[in-house]
């Protein structure tokens, strides 16, 4: 896929021991550093999913967000992320697939989540959180797995995050110049497709067949035989 001639995501590093959210530090810094600055933290004391859910965050993961500058503010930002998660995924031998709109997932579990946020004209943040070697909570653990636990070995941690640097480049690259070639292979990733899904957005659900993933990022949704196009947005959505 990507020959990695010019380098955008990872231009720049900062490498953090602590923050309370590489998101947040990058949002901080975003208008004074160049696009694919890249701020790594070991541990976060204040992760964040959508909707001000906490991600658990201990060390031995990759929590990253890196700030890029498209000329406008594209929700189909998010699924860079998950392509370059799904990519890296498969260079260490796991396969895994996109949960629409915001996840990725390995054998039935959460293993990564992916974050963006956004000031219209100025940067997008896009922060990205993969379990590698760290413990996922307790609570978690039906719905959560790791690298680590997946391969039954633990994995170098700069190795894991040179490979997904790698995939996020790439794909950026083809999102600034061919989008529909993101969305292309989002859909072959998109393992809810086929499925009955409960979508959740504040009091409202609506539970159908999850159909397809259309080339403007929205869900297409066959409830009861009516096709209903879901935008990405803050909505839930849940296996049924
Ligand atoms: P949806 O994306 O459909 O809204 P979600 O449960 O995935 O549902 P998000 O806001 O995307 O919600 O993600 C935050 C959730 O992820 C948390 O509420 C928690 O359940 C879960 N979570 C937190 N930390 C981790 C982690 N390190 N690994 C996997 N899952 C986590
Ligand atoms: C989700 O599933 O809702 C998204 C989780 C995103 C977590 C990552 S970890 C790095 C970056 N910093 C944060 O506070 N959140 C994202």
């Known amino acids: 896929m990507a020959e990695g ?9 900062i490498s953090l021991e602590e923050v309370d959210s590489t998101n947040e ?13 890249v701020v790594l933290a070991k541990r976060q004391t204040a992760g964040k999913g959508r ?12 929590w990253m967000s890196v700030v890029l500058k498209p000329s406008g503010v594209d929700p189909r ?12 995924l498969s260079d260490f031998g796991i396969s895994s697939g996109i949960k629409w709109p915001n996840d990725v997932w390995a054998a039935g579990k959460k293993i990564a989540g992916i974050l963006t946020e956004g000031k219209a ?9 993969l379990n590698v070697n760290n413990p996922v909570p307790p609570e978690l653990r039906w719905d959560a797995v790791s690298m680590m636990e997946l391969t039954g070995t633990s994995l170098p941690l700069d190795r894991v995050l040179e490979r997904l640097l790698f995939h996020l480049n790439g ?9 529909e070639l993101v969305m292309a292979k989002v859909r072959e990733r998109t393992f809810i497709l086929g499925r009955i899904v409960k979508v959740v957005e504040d ?28 935008l990405y947005g803050d909505v839930s959505l849940r296996i049924v």
């Open 171 to 179: 794909w950026y690259r083809v999102f600034r110049e061919r989008p």
């Open 121 to 129: 004209g100025e940067y997008v943040v896009l922060g990205i959180g």
């Open 77 to 88: 930002l998010v699924f860079v992320g998950a392509l370059a998660v799904t990519d890296t």
């Open 203 to 230: 009091d409202n659900a609506l539970i159908g067949r999850a159909v397809d993933v259309l080339d403007d990022g929205s869900l297409l949704l066959d409830v009861g035989g009516q096709l209903r196009r879901i």
């Open 25 to 37: 530090y990058a949002r901080r810094i975003a208008s004074d550093v160049p696009e694919g600055t």
């Open 5 to 13: 001639r010019e380098t955008t995501v990872g231009i720049r590093v």
């Open 51 to 62: 909707k001000g859910r906490s991600w658990a965050s201990p060390e031995g993961g990759i």
